[in-house]
């Protein structure tokens, strides 16, 4: 079914086209009556300000829940749920724009539950997990940053930076690497940025299960990186200073 938008309704682009990201549908309520809106990744930039790593994979993940739940259905901003692992307030903020879960029925609707040990200051690879739910179905799904795209590096040297240890070259490296993320979270295909199950065990992300090779394509921070620069298209600008919070 093609959109009123002009473009097919469904948000489960596989592979992001000429680096750019679809935007994503979704009804709200005006004055009672639904109102279709059209939000992409740069809307988002008006927003927040710019478009780092934690905005790109929360809007990455909401277009996987709404192809995985809503299918080809258009959602509703009121119908989500989110519980996220991530303290990241540009992850937050892009929750909320796309969806307005976190400030509508005052906040009800977004919860954040940190692993244990974990702060905006101690964060793991189990910060990007992310359960979306239908609430008019109670459909959910579990999303997760997949552990490989990380490198121990990463979290070494934010870690050294947060604790004012990290030397000229090192506060660089880290920059370049933040970089590295905008641009693989952009350009990655859905399957082989994210992990992702429905929450019941009972029905496992098809696209997912049924692709053996997404497991083994990308084993590492630098398999992602090198898959980009052979397939990825236009980028876009990005940012280099806000993510993952430690400037
Ligand atoms: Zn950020």
Redesign the pocket.
Known sequence: MDSLFGFKLSTAEVIPEKGKLAPILIYDRICFEKVPLEISIEDIRKYRGNI????VFSFRATQLAISQLWKDEIPERGDFEIISTCP?P?SQASFEFLTRAVTREGGKNFKIELPKGTDIKNITKDNFVFIIIRKSTGDSIKIRLREELFSERFFQLRKKKIEGRATPEEIKELKSIKQEFTHTFMNLPMDRLFESEKEDNLELNENINDNEAAYTLVNSQEDAIAYVAENEGEDIEVAAT????TE
């Open positions: 780092c790593p934690g905005v990241f540009c806000c993510p993952f919070h």
